[in-house]
């Protein structure tokens, strides 16, 4: 993770820079979206994926440090109220970041509340 770190920050501030710079009307919202091992298939059994609990660490630090560096909004939903789908809609095969519907219904919900936000703000 120091390794991947030490490469991936001083990429991230010139990307920030450039999107300042060149798109300055542009805004950065972070998804702490999470990797999930609980699966829920169509008859409503559970079962369990390996899990990937080390990547979500190193995604909550790399998140956390966006967030904090930069002042940049974001979107967090409680990834234990979530389950993965065994056939996403998507066409994807299973894997521990695609869920069921309701998640991706929840999300978008609040990325409008995130947005509207800035909305309500520029007519006051």
């Known amino acids: 993770p120091s390794d991947y770190f030490g490469l991936l920050l001083p990429s991230i501030a010139k990307f920030m820079d450039f999107l300042k710079k060149e798109v300055p009307n542009c805004e950065v919202i972070i998804n702490k979206g999470r990797f999930s091992n609980r699966l829920l298939d169509s008859e409503g059994k559970v079962s369990y994926l390996p899990s990937y609990q080390h990547y979500n660490d190193i995604w909550d630090k790399l998140d956390n440090y966006m967030i904090s560096k930069y002042d940049l909004k974001f979107i967090e939903l409680d990834h234990q109220k979530y389950y993965i789908s065994p056939k996403p809609t998507i066409g994807w095969d299973v894997f521990q970041l695609h869920y069921h519907d309701n998640y991706y ?8 509340t995130v947005t509207q936000i800035d909305k309500n703000a520029e007519v006051n």
Do not use: A, I
């Open 105 to 112: 219904h929840d999300f978008l919900e609040q990325l409008n």
